[in-house]
């Protein structure tokens, strides 16, 4: 079975400085999806980036990247140029995809959740 | 564009009782996800449907039921309410068939159990 941690209950960070969530993971899988998804106050949980373990490349979505660091299974969140709208829950979490064999394929597996609040 | 739609989205019930919850998927979305996040907790699987059929089963209790119907909607049924079963109930889809692995979550229905 796959874990998630987040070690990082709470965070906080200025507006428009830089902030880096944490997260590890264990996995005995090579093929899988990482997401980092936020949930706001009003509880809606919105997919913020996704990285595919089998690309080098970090994924990048304007503000937010990821540095996926595979063979130390550490996926942390990068949110550059903090907004107050960014205040919200993070969640990491672990997929295996369709196709890959076994079980449990396709379920979104979470971290704990890290608190971000961005102040003014 | 066209999210995932859930009713209702506030229910209360009583202990004994019987609720049912719907998810409405993406258009062209196949796949459909229950998830259930307790007061202060991470979101936990419970059951997923692909092509109208069950595809995978988390902590689900056998209290609980889920089917997907022939128009791709999902309904959850929850029998024999209990006060633990107060939480935020999400629906997710994904459009499995198209190699999407992305879910889209609805807005969550969230049940009170008194």
């Avoid at chain 2, 999902?74 to 999400?90: C, K, P, R, T, V």
Wanted: glycine residues 8%.
């Amino acid at each position: 079975a796959q874990t998630v941690t987040q070690s990082q209950p709470e965070m906080s960070v200025q507006e428009a400085e830089t902030v880096t969530l944490s997260c590890t993971y264990d996995t005995s899988e090579n093929n899988y999806y990482l997401f980092w998804y936020k949930q706001p106050p009003s509880r809606q949980m919105i997919l913020v980036i996704r990285q595919e373990a089998y690309k080098q490349q970090n994924a990048t979505e304007n503000r937010f990247s990821v540095n996926f660091q595979k063979a130390a299974k550490s996926f942390s969140l990068k949110i550059s140029d903090s907004q107050l709208g960014d205040t919200a829950m993070y969640f990491c979490a672990f997929m295996k995809p369709w196709g890959a064999g076994g079980t449990s394929y396709g379920k979104l597996t979470f971290g704990q959740g890290t608190i971000l609040t961005v102040h003014p | 564009a066209a999210g995932v739609i859930q009713s209702p989205r506030h229910l209360i019930k009583e202990k004994r009782e019987t609720a049912t919850l719907k998810c409405y998927p993406i258009p062209r979305h196949d796949t459909v996800y229950w998830y259930q996040q307790g007061p202060g907790q991470d979101p936990q699987f419970l059951i997923s449907f692909y092509e109208k059929m069950q595809s995978d089963k988390g902590s689900i209790p056998d209290r609980f039921s889920a089917q997907q119907f022939s128009d791709y909607h999902s309904e959850l049924n929850m029998s024999s309410l209990e006060l633990g079963d107060s939480a935020l109930y999400f629906c997710a889809s994904s459009h499995r068939t198209g190699g999407g692995n992305e879910q889209y979550f609805g807005p969550g229905t969230r049940l009170t159990v008194t």
